[in-house]
């Protein structure tokens, strides 16, 4: 635990109740529990790094929209930096392969890899994003379905503390929040993507599944793309949801959130070890 980032172990403390290491704030509640509690939103902008103009129109849209920048895109070292000064969370987008034979990015994780390889890779990637805090994957419908290739991932991610991850979803059959779960590793998974239908009534119909959605569950997780359609989208919108009893938030708030719920589930499965009933202190 000493490795994760304070904001994470702040949320864990304070939910798991852990004597003395609480801050004073009364912890965060149960998602859905209060109807007049505004319901929390967080959004991932994917491709960041591709063109330069409409990556600048993602970094001034309002709120704290995360930026996911592909590792080799030519402009996410500029982009990078210029969206940590502007206070937005940052993901490496990273290429993994997927079920079609679609050309995969250059820094792209691929099935037949050698694990040397695969984390070499990683690391050169996670080397290219300046400021980077989480991962989240682009494509990848097939390698997100593969145990080994997952495991690889999500141990290299617990050994760098801190570094979050996010499942995209791109296939039903993904096994990666669950990897991840099961390794510790802060993450949490898409509910929404924005543009699959870029048309814009179909990006306005998929921002209003978006908050139905948040409104039941008390929190939701969109991806959309630096389109021009979902960014008109996004900035009607995103002023408006005080008026809506909707909150836009960083993707961490709900990752701690999330990875609190995943402890409490491994603290089940692991109960605590009770001293024997016999037993004397070491001399």
Known sequence: MSRLPAWLRSGLF?????????PAASGLP????????????????????????????????PGPVACAFLPHAPHTDSL?????ARAREILLHLPMQAMDSRRLDAGGLELDMTQRAFLSTLEDNLGRVP?????NNHMGSL????????????QALREHGGLYFVDSRTSRHTIARQIAREQAVPSIERDVFL???PRLEAVRAQFERL?????RQGSAVAIGHPHASTLRVLEEALPRLAERNVRLVPVSRLVQQQYVRDSQW????SPWPRAAKNSRPSP
């Open 80 to 84: 990078a930096r210029a969206a940590h």
């Open 266 to 269: 491994r603290l089940s499965l």
């Open 211 to 215: 908050l139905q959605l948040a409104r």
């Open 143 to 154: 390698l997100t379905r593969h145990p080994g290739h997952m495991l690889w991932l999500m």
């Open 14 to 22: 304070l939910l798991l109740g852990l004597p003395g290491l609480a």
């Open 30 to 61: 149960e998602a859905g529990r209060d109807p007049g509690r505004p319901a929390e939103i967080a959004i991932i902008i994917d491709d960041m790094g591709r063109r330069l103009a409409a990556g600048r129109r993602v970094l001034d849209l």
């Open 131 to 135: 400021h980077v805090q989480g991962v």
């Open 195 to 197: 543009d699959d239908d």
